[in-house]
C-alpha cells in the first residue's frame, strides 16, 4: 500500500493511500487501527504533504564506500549517525531553499526508512518487525559549512534541506533498490542499497540502542558517490527503482 498525506483546497491535512493515480481517506492511526475509504478523489485534485510527521529525522553519514572516499574519508567500523530538524521538511515539488551563508549546496540521494512501532535495543534479527515502509530523501547538505563546522547541524539544517516523500510504500523490498540522483535529468548518483556498508537492520538496532524510535520517525541510509551542487533554477530528482520519484526545484 501507498500511504500519503494530502491536502484539498488548503483544508486540514489528511493521511491518505493511494490507488493508480487516485487517492483515499485514511481515518484513523496509520500506526494502529485506521480504515480506509475508497479511493476516489483524482491526484491531480489535491496537494501532497511530506508523507508523515516525524519526531525524529536520522540520517546516516558514510554508509556507501564510494561515497566516504570521494570526499576523502574512511568508512565508519560503527554507523555515523546524526539529526535534522523537523523544520527543514519539505515535501515533493517544493522548492530546496540556497541559504545565503553557503556556497556549496549539495544532493543527497537516500533510501528512507519509515518506523512504524515503538522500540528500543531493538535486536537486527526482529528490526523488519518496526519497519512501517520506505519512502525517498533528499539529505540536501552545504558541504562548505559541514566541513567549516566540524560538526553537522548547521550544514544539515537549514530549512528546506530534508525533503522526503512523495508516498511511502508499506511493501517495498529495499534489499536491492537502484537510488539515482539526476539534475536538469543529467545522472549523478546511482547505486544499489545492496552497496549500503550497514543495512537497514543493523542501522535500527544501532539507533535504537541509543534512542527509543516512535512511529513516524525516520532513518535516511545515506548516500552513494556522485553528491554535487545545486544551482538557483536546478530540478533535482532522487528516483529508486519501484518506489517511485521525489523532484524539487531549487531557488535562492
Ligand atoms: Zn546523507
Not at 487501527?33 to 479511493?39: G, I, L, N, P, S
Not at 537486527?124 to 515502509?133: M, N, Q, R, S
Not at 547541524?153 to 533498490?177: H, L, Y
Not at 549500503?196 to 527509543?212: E, Q, R
Amino acid at each position: 500500500m501507498k500511504i500519503v498525506r494530502y491536502q484539498i483546497n488548503g483544508d486540514a491535512v489528511k493521511y491518505g493511500w493511494m490507488l493508480d493515480d487516485k487517492i483515499g481517506e485514511i481515518q484513523g492511526d496509520i500506526f494502529g487501527e485506521y480504515r480506509r475509504r475508497e479511493a476516489k478523489t483524482p491526484i491531480a485534485e489535491i496537494k501532497l504533504a511530506a508523507p508523515c510527521l516525524p519526531t525524529k529525522i536520522l540520517c546516516v553519514g558514510r554508509n556507501y564506500v564510494d561515497h566516504a572516499r570521494e570526499l576523502g574519508n574512511e568508512v565508519p567500523k560503527v554507523p555515523l549517525i546524526f539529526l535534522k530538524p523537523s523544520s527543514s521538511i519539505i515535501s515533493n515539488g517544493e522548492n530546496i531553499i540556497l541559504p545565503p551563508q553557503s556556497n556549496q549546496v549539495e544532493h543527497e540521494a537516500e533510501l528512507v526508512v519509515v518506523i512504524g512501532k515503538r522500540g528500543r535495543n531493538i535486536t537486527p534479527e526482529t528490526a523488519k518487525e518496526y519497519i512501517f515502509g520506505y519512502t525517498i530523501g533528499n539529505d540536501i547538505t552545504a558541504r562548505d559549512l559541514q566541513k567549516a563546522d566540524g560538526q553537522w547541524t548547521r550544514a544539515k539544517g537549514f530549512d528546506t534541506f530534508c525533503s522526503f516523500g512523495p508516498w511511502i510504500d508499506t511493501e517495498f523490498d529495499a534489499s536491492d533498490a537502484v537510488v539515482t540522483c539526476r539534475v536538469n535529468g543529467q545522472m549523478r548518483q546511482m547505486a544499489s542499497t545492496r552497496d549500503m556498508v550497514f543495512n537497514v537492520s543493523t542501522l535500527i538496532a544501532y539507533i535504537s540502542s541509543v534512542m527509543t524510535l516512535e512511529p513516524g520517525d525516520i532513518i535516511f541510509t545515506g548516500t552513494p558517490a556522485g553528491v554535487g551542487e545545486l544551482k538557483n533554477g536546478d530540478i533535482v530528482d532522487v528516483e529508486i527503482e519501484g518506489l517511485g520519484k521525489l523532484s524539487n526545484p531549487v531557488k535562492v
